[in-house]
């Protein structure tokens, strides 16, 4: 990718470029290196939605895959004890009481170069903001100039926005937490009914499950040029996508400041391709 | 539970009755303690979709989680080798090339109690079967009589069935492998056409993402003195459930013998509770 100092727009220019010419368009053989953060207290199915997807597709195309924590080795999914709520004088919830542990494969430190990077969101976001800790924001800053696409599932978008690479961007993020979630990013867009934002080469979904919906988006994206694989992969995995970036009843039911109130409550999936 | 030698329909009536008055009908406090099988190249969201769902009903519910492997360790979601086929000399197809490592907390011989049992799918059941490793069906055979219910997604009702526990009973699975599928198990009654189907105390999904749907249906019936925290979590997670057992779109994509071929490609889905 270009340095960033050299062409100012470039890393606009670029990226909007190759979606335009979709993004296999290359006729490199080298496998596309996918990355997704972890950090204590990640909420599971912003991850392993996707991963589902990206493991699937993967029978057919070459994908390299690292999972990227603090440090590597288990990562669980159980928020570390929160701050105690200056106003109650109570700590807050905490979250599911069971927890599972994934293995980070690497580091922030050492995580090789990545075509796409996906930040997962979970309440243990909150705690790395009571401890001021960056490491998530920091990673991201330090690696988005070359990056192909950055994706962002639920609250990651608060970690997206935190690194600065959302500036005059549009982005979306869950809706049960929106108020804290506009509370981050300097001179972001959040757009408070939508499924997934694209701007650029930054996407990013509401909460959990609309991070499936937005990874078999943006894979039809990424391999427009094979939407057959896109497709026979969904229907293996026997998942009938949300197709409109538009549809969102969750900021309906969460009462979403800003919410668009016709919106519809429903939308009528079928199996991808048909 | 009642020993099984006891009263010899008891194993059958006992959760028969307990679904009736619904199983939380009981006045004790005893936390839910549930366990998920996991084996070299089980199908990630087969369990990392109800795993999404048990966890977050965990923060309001008392429950207990036990990830349940041949041993304790790291368990990768890669298949081991396959078998050459005899008819091609060739190896068979293996799947996903990305892999990620869950740690199993538990092994089959030292996991807790269970109340509720749930065995994934995945191309890792192919190689056990290759290799005469009985280890998940000897678990699900030795634990079924203690269990108030079983559940599996996709090929996971293959060990159920090899299990013995689906003798004269009706079950599904994934599509896609259906003609493998129906191969096993003696006098099991194969549902082409389901997303998901309930026999007694077992509750069979379709495909991968169909283990969502089945244990959104399961949590409405286990908590159906508390649908509101039901369709809380799910409208916090943000799914819009499939919510009819019988649509099932892929068993027609997948051309499954015996599958409606009247039956409707699409389901219209919306928010719990709305």
């Given at each position: 990718m270009v340095p960033k100092g050299f062409f100012p727009r470039a890393c606009t220019l670029l990226p909007l470029l190759m979606a335009t010419i979709g993004a296999q368009g290359t006729k490199t053989n080298a496998p596309t290196s996918i990355g997704i953060v972890v950090f204590p207290g990640y909420e599971p199915l912003d991850i392993w939605g996707p991963l589902e997807l990206f493991s699937s597709i993967s029978r057919t195309k070459d994908i390299e895959l690292s999972i990227i924590g603090h440090e590597i080795g288990l990562v669980t999914t159980k928020p570390p004890p929160r701050a105690v709520?200056?106003?109650?004088?109570l700590p807050p919830p905490t979250g599911a009481r069971v927890a599972t542990q994934i293995l980070a494969t690497h580091s922030f430190a050492n995580?090789?170069?990545?075509?796409i990077l996906l930040i997962p969101g979970g309440l243990g976001n909150r705690v790395l903001e009571e401890r001021n800790d960056t490491g998530v924001e920091d990673f991201i800053a330090a690696r988005y100039p070359q990056l192909k696409y950055l994706l962002s599932v639920c609250t990651g978008a608060v970690s997206i926005a935190n690194s600065g690479v959302l500036k005059g961007k549009k982005a979306t993020s869950n809706k049960a937490s929106w108020k804290w979630v506009v509370t981050h990013g300097k001179n972001v867009t959040w757009v408070p009914s939508a499924r997934w934002v694209v701007d650029g080469n930054i996407w990013t979904s509401s909460g959990v499950a609309a991070g499936m919906d937005m990874v078999y988006a943006f894979l039809s994206h990424y391999y427009s040029n094979d939407m057959a694989a896109v497709n026979e992969m969904i229907n293996l995995i026997e998942y009938a996508p949300h197709e409109d970036p538009h549809w969102d009843p969750f900021a309906i039911v969460h009462k979403?400041?800003?919410?668009?109130?016709?919106?519809?409550?429903v939308d009528c999936v079928k199996p991808g391709g048909y």
């Open positions: 709520d200056p106003v109650t004088g995580a090789p170069p990545l075509d979403v400041p800003g919410a668009d109130p016709n919106g519809s409550l």
